[in-house]
């Protein structure tokens, strides 16, 4: 894959990033919060971009979604087969959670 082709899925990843991030605020901005792993201030600044700042967002050069998870053992216990699938999710998302909130620096 050549740097221009990388560099072009980027952008349409940052711009569906951005827009589902968007929509998910507008929707139930309590629960988007917690979802995008966002503090309060971002969810406002997201909530607030116009399209056109949406699409000059998206066209930075490095991806603006992360991983969630640093530890290997949750992403272990999201892909691994499990009986009680139900309750590993759970619990992954409670490790999750307790992950401090991301801010633009």
């Known amino acids: ?6 560099l072009s899925e980027i ?10 991030a968007q929509q998910m605020i507008r ?3 309590p629960s988007a919060i917690f979802r995008l ?6 969810a406002n600044l997201i909530d607030s971009l116009s399209n056109s700042q949406l699409t000059k967002l998206a066209n930075a050069q490095m991806m603006l979604a992360r991983f969630r998870f640093d530890d290997c ?7 691994s087969y499990n009986k009680d699938s139900a309750l590993t999710n759970a619990h992954a998302v409670m490790l ?10």
């Open 1 to 6: 894959m050549s740097i221009e082709n990388t």
């Open 11 to 20: 952008r349409d990843i940052n711009l569906n990033y951005l827009m589902l």
């Open 27 to 29: 929707e139930d901005k």
């Open 37 to 42: 792993g966002i503090s309060k201030d971002i």
């Open 73 to 79: 053992s949750i992403l272990n216990m999201l892909t």
């Open 96 to 105: 999750m959670a307790n992950q401090p909130v991301e801010a633009i620096a």
